[in-house]
């Protein structure tokens, strides 16, 4: 009876480390894929945070019209014009 216990808790270890394993490779897969799909985006030009301008990181070296724009009305707003 003892033998067949510590097999079947070497075998529900065994599956816990595999389970644990694969979870951590699919988040490390799923993070890199976020990663490449954003620098995808910013190499092609395309908004990051769906015209979301102020709360944006890359807002002060942003080229895209919207953002330009949003500068455009920050200045004046900040400076009275």
Do not use: N, W
Request: proline share 1%; aromatic share 4%; net charge positive.
């Amino acid at each position: 009876m003892s033998g067949f216990l510590s097999r079947l808790h070497a075998r529900r270890q065994f599956i816990t480390r595999v389970l644990r394993g694969a979870s951590l490779a699919l988040l490390g897969i799923g993070g890199g894929a976020v990663v490449l799909k954003r620098r995808r985006l910013l190499r092609e030009g395309k908004c990051l945070h769906s015209g979301v301008c102020r709360d944006c990181e890359v807002f002060a070296d942003c080229g895209l019209p919207r953002a330009l724009s949003t500068r455009e009305a920050l200045t004046r707003v900040r400076h009275g014009g």
